[in-house]
């Protein structure tokens, strides 16, 4: 399967805890996305990277956020101190430069902070 | 303030027959937009897109119309079948670095 993974699929936490989300974009794609996705709503933009540099971060990305894309291949989205309006859908999505405009999605880590 | 509106929350329609799912937008500068289908614990699969300098696309069973003089855009889907059943998400790129302002969606139904 060649498409964007994305672990775990499913994480429940305790308020508090901290956690930490992996993305594998489409090989070679050097644009990478993170969403989330709450309940009734459409995904909503959190941050961007093109190769390793994130290039843009959305005001819904709070200080207790930080992501990461070290060498241009996988990132992590880690939370601290999570709290239940954490709890949402993280979706994380792909694209190759030059190569259209569609962004390919991985399936998501649902996130459920007790 | 919702820069991309689906105001239909869902839509239900008979197998066979043509499903029109509609979107709305706020922001002129918006230069291409999306449609996505979502299946429950799955992520957005691309359908179709268009360009803003377009009025239609078509890909197969899939046509998206956009009107820019009204700041809105339809997904026509004909003939709908059972497997299209999902939230279909309307999607403009706004964003400097090619971000996506996603509309809440609107879940369809399509009957046997």
């Known amino acids: 399967?060649?498409?964007?993974?994305?672990?775990p699929r499913h994480k429940i936490t305790k308020r508090g805890q901290n956690v930490t989300f992996r993305c594998d974009p489409i090989s070679e794609h050097n644009r990478l996305y993170w969403y989330r996705q709450t309940l009734g709503q459409g995904p909503e933009f959190l941050t961007y990277f093109q190769n390793?540099?994130?290039l843009e971060k959305s005001r819904l990305l709070s200080d207790r956020f930080s992501a990461e894309r070290p060498k241009g291949s996988f990132s992590t989205l880690e939370i601290q101190r999570t709290e239940q309006g954490d709890s949402a859908m993280y979706l994380c999505a792909s694209t190759l430069t030059l190569a259209g405009?569609?962004?390919?999605?991985?399936p998501g880590t649902r996130l459920t902070v007790l | 303030?919702?820069?991309v509106k689906q105001n239909s929350p869902s839509l239900?329609?008979?197998e066979g027959r043509i499903s029109i799912l509609n979107c709305d937008y706020t922001n002129s500068m918006f230069d291409y937009?999306?449609?996505?289908k979502k299946y429950p614990a799955e992520g957005p699969t691309f359908l179709i897109s268009i360009s803003s300098i377009k009025?239609?696309?078509e890909d197969g069973r899939f046509t998206v119309f956009l009107n820019k003089s009204a700041k809105h855009l339809s997904l026509h889907i004909v003939p709908s079948q059972p497997g299209d059943s999902a939230v279909y998400f309307c999607a403009a790129r706004g964003g400097s670095q090619g971000n996506l302002i996603f509309g809440k969606g609107t879940k369809l139904s399509v009957k046997p």
């Open chain 1, 1 to 7: 399967d060649t498409g964007v993974s994305q672990n």
């Open chain 1, 52 to 54: 390793e540099a994130q």
């Open chain 1, 101 to 106: 405009d569609e962004q390919f999605f991985g």
């Open chain 2, 1 to 3: 303030d919702q820069q």
């Open chain 2, 12 to 14: 239900s329609v008979q």
């Open chain 2, 33 to 36: 937009f999306l449609w996505y």
């Open chain 2, 55 to 57: 009025d239609k696309n």
